[in-house]
């Protein structure tokens, strides 16, 4: 069973790899640079308002009498670490939808030149502009499914995180290992043009696997400057598992 959670990490290792090969590094570049601007203005944004955040928990503790100011003080201890946590965790995992989001047409075409490389076949482009006409909509209304699924899904993960003491926050980071293998499995999955829903049950069908994939990009993100290369490693990871051990484990028709 924890062979295929270090099976899924050991694909983010593979995408990190690939991604130095000579016939992708041009793939990656342009997803590189999106994933640096929009890290470093996150980063930025954090460290600007970290002041007025302070200021705002000061204001919304209420006063105490003297003989209870070390209550106070404790308070401000305890609040301060979680709303800045609080703060730090929707504002990466923010930036980060809007990363993969801004980069989407060049991490579709990344996942593709690394099928190419893995599997030797191109994909079929399946009726040009005409066809990608047809399917914008529905496109964009699986988007909007998968992003809307990510952030209902979130609000009650995040309250355990910070209700329930160990259990919660381990539970948030499996929740975050879940969500960024369905991410960066988009890519792809897409490409074959699964729908959100197909691409949930291929994932289902490899738990620990795709628990395992997940997990790893998250440890990834947390790494300064190893961060920056996260978001192209994950692509190529990400299709890497899925020419290796997604693409022949459903049970129905791609498209």
Known sequence: MA???????????????????PGLRRFVFIPLLINIGVFSIAIYYGVSQFDTLIAWIEAKIPSLPDWLSWLE???????????????????????????????????????????????????????????AMVELLPTLVDELKKVLYALVWAVPFLILAFVVPVVGPVIWFLFTAWVLALEYSDFPMGNHRLKFRDMRKRLRARPLLSLGFGAATAGLTMVPVLNFIAMPSAVAGATAMWVGALKSSGTFDEG
């Open 3 to 21: 062979v295929n959670s270090i099976s899924g990490a050991g694909y983010l290792l593979q995408g990190m790899r690939l991604i130095a090969r």
């Open 73 to 131: 003080q404790g308070l401000e201890w305890i609040l301060w670490p979680l709303f800045v946590l609080l703060v730090v965790i929707l504002v990466f995992y923010g930036f980060t939808l809007v990363a993969n989001l801004i980069a989407s047409p060049f991490n579709g075409l990344l996942a593709e030149k690394v099928e190419l490389l893995l599997t030797g076949k191109p994909l079929d482009s399946g009726g040009g502009i005409k066809q």
